[in-house]
């Protein structure tokens, strides 16, 4: 994966271009993928845009976004830019202008071209009683589906252990199931299953026990960034939040500056990670445990066996008593086994995606390194971060009796996809999780009846035991994925028709040559329904996620096409070729978008008609953000708090 530019994040995206002869003042805007073969680029490339429908309050706006800017928090903040939003605002978990920003949301998107997955969101002006009983999928016959019609990917311990075409053929029904359904369920180990259990009883006593001040004490905010740890809540919902901290006696010392239980984070900023990279090793032998496992791919290595850092979560705070003792060790290990069988689907199921080794290796290097790697491993080129990117959230979502439902606009949640790659969810006590399908057209209640099948053999409370379902756990694919995915296929895309150079507008408008294209994988788009009143409902998601500051992958021969001394590789014959850009300058598009392609290039689905959003409605749009999408949340707006 490429070396980060050292563009600061909070610098406006350098659009000039440098005479064709003069070397690039700074580093080019192209960080190399591989290699450093375009460091001595002499002339840069035009800017190259990508443009993101998004979907808002039923309204299509399109957003030209420079595709080379890869920085994940560069493509927010001209997401931002092209709304026509200031500096500061969040949306949906990741700040635009200076601070943090997490991984990608977009609000919707709408695919004008084959290449784009439609991801339709709703607008909010849907009445939201329409939307407070979903229409369920009806469960199909197939008996490979679940109890809701949730089709099971049987992807289990026991499966990933025994053989690799069973590990492989699980992860294609894993990546099947994902694309079809946008939710997979996977069952977990009985000893796992176990520790869900226990972990749900402990939570319920904690959020029960506890006095509120007490609980805000173990809140614990780092640098600027609003990544926290320990206790917040927001509105019905309360939570406990585990992250790595390793710590140690530098970082302790400049994470402990940052404790506080205020939402408002400090300015001080956590030390830059190395930014070199490389490809991720994955722990695998606590999950797999023979000689005869398969690695993830044929060229991961195993890390070498020496011991872990002492305590991964040194600079949490955790609950004091009467929270069980066993709180803090089944917490600590309830993230340990979600982390690490996140992190053990991910590289199979990018591969069942057909997504190629090598690019695999690019995804796996956005990770932070398994938080176990010893410090001086040398099976990452990143050092464990002072606080990890990936979260598991310990919730307790309560709705007192006899209250008004909430409806989606007013739920705890909105509607969201997660940030990051994958969600890894073990089932709830009580329903709530509602997933939209990929293609909106309907909703999934993805707990009802495994919550319902389990309560049967629960103890009278009905709390604490959900039977064998507490072997279910959910899967989503987070919305960072699903656009490093569409990037990925972007990239092969290029490479298939050797379409490259003289600027090109990236809006797919030629003919794909790759026989398995990269499979694009929809982002699991779901709220939580708070329609079970009078009982708590605790649930324990775990985030796996990319480090903010990772770099969203490119297309190589876009920098290479433009080097003298690297010309690009010949291109295999193309029969449609890409038109030159008309965006091939120093200004960034206009908005809204170039023309569209002559019908003849134009792929055979008929894009849906595009808006030209005027500046009163883009002024529109940042209002409906502003007001409703961070005062309601009804899309997920989040506030830094959150994090
Ligand atoms: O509580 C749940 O089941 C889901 C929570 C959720 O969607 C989230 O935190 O992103
Ligand atoms: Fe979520």
């Given at each position: 994966m490429a070396v980060e530019s050292p563009t600061s994040a909070h610098a406006p995206a350098p659009m000039a271009q440098p005479p064709p002869d003069a070397p690039p003042k700074t580093t080019p805007l192209y960080p190399p993928p591989h290699e450093s073969k375009m460091s001595d680029l002499h002339v840069p490339p035009p800017p190259i845009y990508q443009y993101y429908n998004m979907l808002l309050d039923?309204?299509?706006?399109?957003?030209?976004?420079?595709?080379?800017?890869m920085r994940i928090e560069e493509v927010h903040k001209q997401l931002g830019d092209g709304l026509g939003l200031g500096e500061d605002v969040t949306i949906s978990g990741f700040k635009i202008g200076s601070g943090t920003y997490f991984p990608f949301f977009h609000l919707g998107r709408l695919p004008p071209w084959d290449i784009y997955e439609p991801i339709l969101v709703p607008s909010s002006s849907t009445?939201?009683?329409?939307?407070?009983?979903?229409?369920?999928f009806a469960p199909p016959s197939d008996s490979t589906y679940g109890p809701l019609g949730i089709p099971l990917a049987h992807l289990t311990p026991a499966s990933l252990a025994t053989t690799p075409d069973l590990y492989h053929a699980a992860s294609r029904s894993l990546a099947d199931v994902l694309c079809t359904t946008g939710y997979a369920v996977v069952r977990a180990s009985k000893e796992d299953a176990n520790m869900f259990r226990v972990a749900r009883r402990e939570a319920l006593q904690y959020f029960k026990d506890i006095p509120e001040e007490e609980k805000k004490k173990t809140r614990k905010v780092f640098g600027n960034e609003g990544k926290f740890v320990g206790y917040a809540k927001t509105g019905a919902r309360e939570w406990f939040q585990v992250r790595t901290t390793p710590g140690g006696e530098v970082r302790q010392k400049s994470s402990e500056e940052h404790v506080g239980t205020s939402a408002q984070a400090s300015e001080t900023r956590l030390p830059e990670e190395n930014n070199t990279t490389g490809p991720a090793a994955i722990e695998l032998r606590p999950m797999l445990p023979s000689e005869t496992l398969p690695p993830t791919s044929p060229d991961t290595k195993l890390p070498s066996p020496s011991s872990p850092p002492d305590d991964p979560f040194s600079l949490m705070h955790w609950p004091p008593a009467p929270t069980p003792s066993s709180f803090r060790p089944t917490m600590t290990a309830l993230y340990a086994t979600l982390d690490r069988l996140s992190r053990l689907m991910l590289p199979p199921l990018l591969s069942a995606l057909n997504v190629p080794t090598h690019m695999v290796h690019e995804v796996e290097a956005m990770l932070d390194p398994p938080f176990d790697t010893p410090p001086n491993s040398t099976s990452t080129d990143h050092p464990p971060p002072e606080v990890g990117s990936s979260v598991l959230r310990v919730y307790q979502y309560y709705r007192a009796p006899n209250t008004p439902l909430p409806g989606l606009a007013n739920a705890a949640t909105g509607l969201h996809a997660d940030m990051g790659f994958l969600t890894l969810s073990p089932v709830s006590n009580v329903p709530g999780l509602v997933g939209m399908g990929p293609r909106c057209d309907g909703w999934v209640d993805v707990e009802s009846g495994l919550v319902a099948q389990g309560e049967k053999g629960a103890d009278a409370e009905g709390?604490?035991?959900?039977?064998?379902?507490?072997e279910a756990v959910f899967v989503m694919a987070g919305d960072t994925l699903s656009e490093v995915l569409r990037r990925l296929r972007l990239r092969e895309h290029f490479e298939a028709v050797g379409a490259l150079g003289g600027g090109v507008n990236v809006e797919p408008n030629v003919e794909r040559k790759s026989k398995d294209p990269i499979t694009a994988l929809p982002p699991g788009l779901h709220y939580v329904d708070e329609k079970v009143m009078g009982k708590a409902r605790i649930s324990m998601p775990f985030f796996l996620r990319p480090r903010p500051t990772s770099l969203l992958p490119v297309l190589p021969q876009l920098s290479v096409s433009f080097s003298s001394d690297h010309p690009s590789p010949a291109p295999p014959p193309s029969t449609t070729p890409v038109p030159s850009s008309p965006t091939a300058s120093d200004a960034p598009p206009s908005f809204p978008p170039p023309p569209v392609p002559p019908?003849?290039?134009?792929a055979p689905a008929p894009p849906p008609p595009l808006r030209t959003a005027t500046p009163e409605e883009i002024q529109t749009v940042a209002d409906f953000i502003e007001k409703e999408v961070f005062m309601k949340r009804p899309w997920s707006g989040r506030a830094k708090g959150d994090y």
């Open positions: 039923g309204k299509v706006y399109r957003i030209p976004v420079r595709l080379p800017l009445s939201p009683s329409s939307l407070r009983s979903p229409p369920f709390e604490e035991d959900n039977g064998a379902v507490d019908a003849s290039l134009a």
